[in-house]
């Protein structure tokens, strides 16, 4: 736990910094982004340790996605209708189960802490997720790459 609370706070003194900076020089001013790339950057502190399988990333990251994905899963049975009773309970909570147990545990079974999440190579990939994500949200070329570096920042 006391490596979580580490990477946590450097992570937010280093996106309290980074926020500051950005507004300061006028990249990014407004006060919706800047409390999402605070978020973005200080959540990226800690992705590093998602492959502790005991760890609070594990379960805050791995939980968090289950419930979107059985939120996406909901949402499309509720939006296409007519389903039957089965499919509109058990689509979300096949999708939770699956999500949880089958692909975290493939997660910790092919992860062990301390290796591939804590490489230059794996802050990249993150960091380029990142930028396309925001490219796909149409966000714009100089906002992407604020993300994109953010996140990078905060991974490191």
Do not use: N
């Not at 590093?48 to 994905?69: A, E, K, N, Q, R």
């Not at 290796?115 to 925001?134: N, R």
């Amino acid at each position: 736990m006391a490596s979580f609370r580490e990477h946590i706070t450097v992570g937010a003194l280093i996106a309290a910094v980074g926020v500051v900076l950005l507004y300061f020089y006028a990249i990014v001013t407004d006060p919706f982004l800047l409390v999402i790339l605070f978020a973005v950057t200080a959540i990226a502190s800690f992705l590093p340790d998602l492959d502790s399988d005991t760890g609070v990333p594990f379960y805050l990251i791995f939980g968090t996605f289950t419930l979107v994905c059985s939120g996406v899963a909901l949402y499309y049975v509720l939006t296409h209708p007519p389903q039957p009773l089965y499919i509109l309970i058990g689509a979300p909570t096949a999708t939770f189960f699956v999500v949880w147990f089958v692909c975290g545990e493939m997660f910790k079974r092919f992860t062990r802490h301390r290796g591939m999440l804590h490489s230059l190579p794996a802050m990249a990939i993150v960091g380029l997720l990142v930028y396309l994500a925001a490219k796909y949200l149409e966000q714009g070329e100089t906002l992407s790459l604020v993300f994109a570096v953010a996140t990078a920042v905060g991974y490191v």
